[in-house]
């Protein structure tokens, strides 16, 4: 195999002895003959038993042959106890740098795998461990600037955790993916135009790093006391009115019902994660957050206002809905006319 960092020209092989050494690990070096038996030529099932990770041969070779096994190591240092020694870590150190040459797509599809693994933390740890947070957001050919950054800005990934076992439903239904939720907590909102270049992000998750970077910035003051001895119920209304706070905030221009708005209300949930601890969140059934139904239609402003105006309309929904945020979202539809009738 001829590897040009980015991809490799592979050569066919008439034996299994021969197919064996072009393999990466003994974990992956196991294969069926017609009749379904196993054929083991290293070993590799034992070391499945005992959860070892060992490379075939001489492990830098292995990693020049293709630099996404560099990558590949961390995966599977998740689910395996590797085996190397600390001069062939000190090497392999030394060629992380060239994982700039991978491209998009191959890098995206391992980070998606690692993403998927039940001890994706080990990996990230292992990532960071070979300095390969560093260099993952850079492409050679995508961006102008080469210059390193910092790498992952999390010591521990609970956060991850969280988001993976809380909210995969919740991405998928708003048509996102672990990738784009994830990685700007790994990275931070200073790098979104690397996250999304070097993992091809579509239109719609470009939008929403974008509203999360935007979250980020307003700096919108929180007292450290937020959420902090106050009942569940309580906390549930202090979300919905921080979100309120947040959404007015981002749409100061938008007139009318949170619920119309183009922003998921799902993505302003997401958004949180940046702005509070999610220690104080995960107790709130977090997820299951939904904004309240408003109680007034649009017939009612109309009778209450006699006006016909669909901007002037939605002004006055904006202010009840204000109104009744405020209010803990205990307003009647009485007391909201009532407001609305001095406004």
Request: charged residues 30%; proline residues 2%; positive net charge.
């Amino acid at each position: 195999m001829v590897s040009f960092g980015r991809s490799a020209i592979v050569d066919n092989v008439y034996s299994l002895n021969e197919d064996v050494k072009r393999r990466d690990f003994t974990i992956n070096s196991l294969y069926l003959d017609s009749k379904g038996n196993l054929i083991d030529l290293l070993n590799g099932k034992h070391d499945i038993n005992k959860r070892k990770l060992v490379f075939i041969g001489n492990p830098i070779e292995r990693i020049e042959e293709d630099y996404l096994r560099i990558i590949r190591f961390c995966r599977f240092s998740g689910n395996f106890n590797n085996n190397i020694s600390k001069n062939i870590k000190k090497e392999i150190i030394e060629r992380v740098p060239i994982i700039i040459n991978l491209s998009n797509k191959r890098i995206r599809h391992e980070i998606d795998k690692i993403l998927s693994i039940k001890n994706c933390q080990k990996c990230m740890s292992m990532m960071k461990k070979l300095s390969i947070d560093r260099y993952l957001l850079i492409n050679k050919n995508n961006n102008h600037k080469f210059a390193i950054h910092n790498g992952f800005l999390l010591n521990n990934f609970k956060i991850i955790d969280f988001i993976k076992s809380n909210a995969k439903t919740l991405i998928q239904n708003e048509k996102l993916d672990l990738i784009s939720v994830v990685m700007i907590h790994l990275y931070g909102e200073s790098n979104v135009e690397m996250i999304v270049n070097r993992f091809d992000l579509n239109k719609r998750k470009t939008k929403f790093l974008y509203f999360v970077r935007q979250l980020i910035n307003l700096k919108i003051n929180i007292k450290k006391i937020f959420l902090g001895t106050i009942e569940v119920r309580e906390k549930k209304i202090k979300l919905l009115q921080l979100i309120w706070k947040l959404r007015s905030c981002i749409n100061f221009k938008k007139q009318g019902l949170f619920k119309k708005d183009q922003i998921p209300f799902n993505w302003y949930k997401l958004g949180l994660l940046h702005v509070l601890s999610f220690e104080k969140i995960k107790n709130v059934d977090f997820w299951e957050l939904n904004w309240p139904k408003f109680p007034l239609v649009r017939e009612d402003i109309l009778k209450s206002k006699k006006i016909t105006a669909y901007d002037e309309v939605e002004k006055l929904f904006f202010q009840a809905e204000d109104f009744w945020v405020n209010n803990n979202f205990k307003s009647s539809p009485k007391e909201i006319l009532h407001f609305l009738k001095n406004r």
